[in-house]
């Protein structure tokens, strides 16, 4: 699978264990390129550690990771993954706080800005500068977030600080994107808004979109495929129709989902009107 | 539209700051020519200039990186040494190594040379010793770096490299600040330049600082200090800009120390203890982690205070109150204490929290005041 020229993310037979617990347990799947996949499965499943695995916050017991088609190396920084082309937004927000909203994307662009700490203090990478401004600028436009480019990032309602988030990710200017819960903390119809536009990444940035998410109306609506995932196994794989009949994941993981968030489930007429909007306006 | 009124006002804040500067360092010369060069302001004036530098310095560290760094007086040390052991001019050799039979550097460079060298040395040094330190975590980080500022303390102190360092005895005669007085045909000093050139070296120091925090590389020291998960998943280099943020403090903390030597006259090993830090510390969250002014103030308000205004109460007399059972020796480090708690108390941030003190924060100051009173006045009209 690895070798295919259409995978971007694959990953094989990984195992993750922190002390006694196994937290993945001989995952292996992968992501093709344009694809957006869905990761589900109940809490404490290990979604967010597979996502910690491939961006190298954790070094996996055994099993590994390809990108692009050549393995990640063992014990790189999740800084050179970012380099690499996969960047990510946290399941707990991680804006960088005391920042302004601007800083907060050009601190994504700055490893790949063309400058040096001399050039860069003494102002001899002016135009990189401001190259890195207007692509950041355009952007936060497209969140929209431009008008509050000098606001704190942390003043933010929590809705557009996962927005802030998603911008900059994308700054780094990835292949691919993980977003951990995105829609976490968002009304239905921010849910129904972000759906749209995970679709509109994708076409604008030529991305590929790998995402850990419970709003099942929004899984179903966007994803190409999805695995689930239970007490760190994959139980299933499929498009959201197969996901959707399948036994063990009903048992597993949908039907508590229903009983809990009985709203998240059917999309409304309200929701569907929305995103005609949304679609309209691009 | 809106934008460039927006610029249009940028430049003129700026304006006003750079005008701001200048009046000060013109205040400064003016001053030293007409006060007696004995005033109390001229050590604050001097000192605290200094101990703007290296407390900016720290907080660029500290305050703007996020690490918990103690160093600081360790490279102060170094810098001071390498400064004092490059400029003392040969004809003085002999008598300041009398116990090691004139030393074995037989070479004078100048002082601009010498302030260069060294911070270079404190900043080599602190790349050495940033490999294994900076991959701790903060508690450690602050402790590793007390011990080496330690260990360098008593290192120069040690005999066998005495023909270098003098060993325990005091390096003197070096250039000094007063020996940049301009003197005229009769001996005297015509133009006095001894606090303006702290003042200009500190000044040139705190602004290539200032020019780092606000360049791509600030913002990528300011990310880690947020979030450091988050800024190396945004592809900041973890390792490499912790020790780029340390090996420029150092560089510049060692400028610091030359510059403590010259205005001291003297160095001894022995004076750079963990107390120094403290002290430096104590200006850089008095001033506000996270701003420079508020660094600069800090300092300036710190040296005044315990070098000055509250002079009276070690010697008897204090704000013309004559008690010498009360304000003796010692009585003016208690005040001073309370003091400080008194302003961490009331000011959790220090003075300047992380915003900074400029033309732009006064202008919206009096914005608010001014739109705070209008509103009233609507308010009034409304009834
Ligand atoms: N750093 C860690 N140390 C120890 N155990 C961990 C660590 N990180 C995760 N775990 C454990 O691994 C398991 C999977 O956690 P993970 O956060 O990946 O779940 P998740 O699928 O993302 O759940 P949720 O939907 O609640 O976010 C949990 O049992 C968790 O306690
Ligand atoms: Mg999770």
Redesign the interface.
Same mark, same amino acid.
Request: charged share 30%.
């Given at each position: 699978m690895a070798t295919d020229k259409n995978t971007v993310l694959a990953i094989d037979n990984l195992t993750m264990k922190f002390g006694g617990v196994t937290a993945i347990d001989d995952l292996s799947l992968h992501v093709n390129r344009g694809e957006i996949v869905a990761l589900i499965g109940p809490n404490g499943a290990g979604k967010t550690t597979a996502f910690n695995v491939i #961006?190298g916050?954790y070094e996996a017991t055994s099993g590994g990771v390809s990108f692009g088609g050549s393995p990640i190396p063992k014990g790189i920084?999740?800084? =050179?993954i #970012? =380099?690499l082309g996969i960047? *990510?937004t946290?399941q707990n927000i *991680?804006?960088?706080?005391? $920042?302004t909203v601007l800083?907060n994307i050009? @601190?994504? =662009?700055? $490893? *790949? #800005?063309k400058?040096n @700490?001399l050039t860069?203090?003494?102002?001899l990478s002016r135009n990189e500068?401001k190259r @890195?401004r207007r692509e950041a600028e355009e952007l936060l436009d497209d969140q929209g977030l431009l008008q509050m480019k000098d606001e704190i990032a942390s003043s933010l309602p929590y809705g557009l600080q996962r927005h802030l988030e998603i911008a *900059?990710?994308l700054?780094?200017d990835p292949q691919l994107i993980l977003l951990d819960e995105p829609a976490a903390g968002m009304n239905p119809q921010e849910t129904q808004e972000l759906a749209a536009f995970v679709k509109r990444i994708r076409e604008k940035h030529g991305l590929t979109v790998f995402i850990i998410e419970h709003h099942m109306d929004l899984v179903m609506q966007i994803s190409d495929r999805i695995y689930v995932l239970d007490f760190g196994k994959l139980i299933a794989s499929g498009t959201p129709k197969q996901i959707q009949t399948n036994k063990r994941v009903i048992d597993a993981y949908l039907g508590s989902v229903e009983e809990d968030e009985p709203a998240d489930i059917k999309p409304s007429a309200l929701n569907a009107k929305k995103e005609g909007a949304v679609n309209a306006e691009s | 539209m809106n934008n460039i009124k927006h610029r249009r006002n940028k430049k003129i804040l700026t304006a006003v700051n750079v005008a701001l500067l200048l009046a000060i360092y013109v205040a400064v010369f003016v001053a030293e020519q007409v006060l007696p060069q004995t005033s109390m302001l001229f050590v604050v004036l001097k000192k605290g200039s200094i101990y703007a530098l290296i407390a900016v310095s720290m907080n660029l560290l500290n305050g703007f990186t996020g690490l918990f760094s103690l160093g600081q007086a360790g490279f102060m040390l170094i810098g001071a040494y390498v400064y004092g052991i490059f400029t003392i001019p040969e004809e003085f050799r002999q008598s300041v190594y009398q116990y090691f039979d004139g030393g074995v550097i037989h070479f004078t460079v100048p002082v601009v040379i010498a302030l260069v060298m060294a911070g270079a040395a404190a900043a080599i040094f602190a790349a050495l010793i940033g490999l294994p330190v900076l991959r701790l975590k903060s508690d450690y980080l602050a402790i590793a770096t007390l011990g080496f500022a330690e260990i360098l303390r008593a290192l120069f102190q040690w005999k066998i490299i005495g023909p270098v360092t003098n060993g325990s005895n005091l390096l003197r005669k070096f250039p000094n600040f007063n020996d940049f007085n301009i003197k005229g045909a009769d001996g005297k000093v015509a133009v006095y330049l001894s606090t303006l050139i702290p003042f200009i070296v500190a000044g040139i120091c705190i602004l !290539?600082i200032v !020019? !780092?925090i606000r360049?791509?590389?600030g913002?990528?020291f300011?990310?880690i200090? %947020?979030?450091e998960?988050?800024?190396?998943?945004? &592809?900041?280099?973890?390792f490499k800009h912790k020790q780029?943020a340390f090996v420029?403090s150092s560089f510049f903390a060692g400028v610091g120390g030359a510059l403590l030597a010259m205005y001291q006259m003297a160095i001894q090993a022995n004076a750079f203890t963990s107390a120094m830090t403290y002290e430096i510390l104590l200006i850089v969250v008095i001033g506000g982690l &996270?701003s420079v002014t508020g660094s600069c103030l800090g300092s300036f308000l710190f040296i005044a205070a315990s070098e000055w205004w509250l002079r009276g109460l070690d010697g008897g007399t204090f704000l013309g109150i004559n008690a010498p059972g009360i304000f003796r020796a010692g009585f003016r480090k208690v005040v001073f204490a309370v003091i400080i708690m008194l302003v961490v108390l009331f000011y959790r941030k220090g003075i300047m929290g %992380?915003s900074e003190f400029s033309a732009k924060r006064i202008a919206e100051r009096f914005r608010r005041i001014f739109m705070k009173r209008k509103s009233k006045i609507e308010v009034v009209e409304n009834e």
């Open positions: #961006t916050v920084t999740p800084d =050179k #970012t =380099k960047a *990510r946290f *991680r804006i960088f706080g005391s $920042m800083e050009l @601190v994504a =662009k700055h $490893m *790949r #800005t400058q @700490v860069a203090t003494f102002r500068e @890195v *900059r990710a700054a780094t | !290539l !020019l !780092l360049s791509s590389y913002r990528a300011r990310a200090r %947020d979030d998960i988050a800024a190396e998943a945004m &592809g900041v280099n973890l780029l420029i &996270g %992380d």
